[in-house]
């Protein structure tokens, strides 16, 4: 099964093309962003919300999206936003500087006990 993540990826507009033309050529890629998840159009882009995939640049699709993120950091940080949860408290990632996509990560609490001889869950 191994560790999981949330993962937050939003696009401007304005990079699509760039996110498309990596994805032509990175099959894993298209095949995470499009094929796995429903990529949510905005107003001023596209987002998408990966629900507990293994995040590993080991992995062909993240070591291209993660390419893809480090040549967009050098002249195009502002075109996107990136945001990466890991399953651990304090285990998180985040990439890029676009004005339309802002990442609030929040605290939760989960409560684990035995009561009675069968677990609960809070």
Not at 44 to 66: N, Q, R, T
Not at 70 to 89: A, I, K, P, Q, V
Request: proline fraction near 3%; glycine fraction near 8%.
């Amino acid at each position: 099964m191994g560790y999981r993540s949330q993962v937050y990826l939003g696009v401007n507009d304005t990079a699509m093309k760039s996110l498309l033309d990596m994805c032509a050529l990175q099959s894993e890629a298209f095949d995470l962003l499009f094929e796995r998840c429903k990529p949510q159009k905005t107003k001023h882009g596209v987002f998408w919300e990966l629900d507990h995939p293994c995040w590993y640049d080991s992995y062909p699709c993240v070591a291209a999206i993660e390419g893809w993120m480090s040549d967009m950091d050098e002249e195009r940080e502002n075109e996107y936003g990136f945001y990466r949860m890991g399953e651990e408290f304090g285990d998180t990632e985040e990439q890029g500087a676009s004005e339309h996509f802002y990442f609030y990560p929040t605290a939760h609490v989960e409560v684990q006990f035995e009561a009675l001889g069968k677990k609960e869950k809070i």
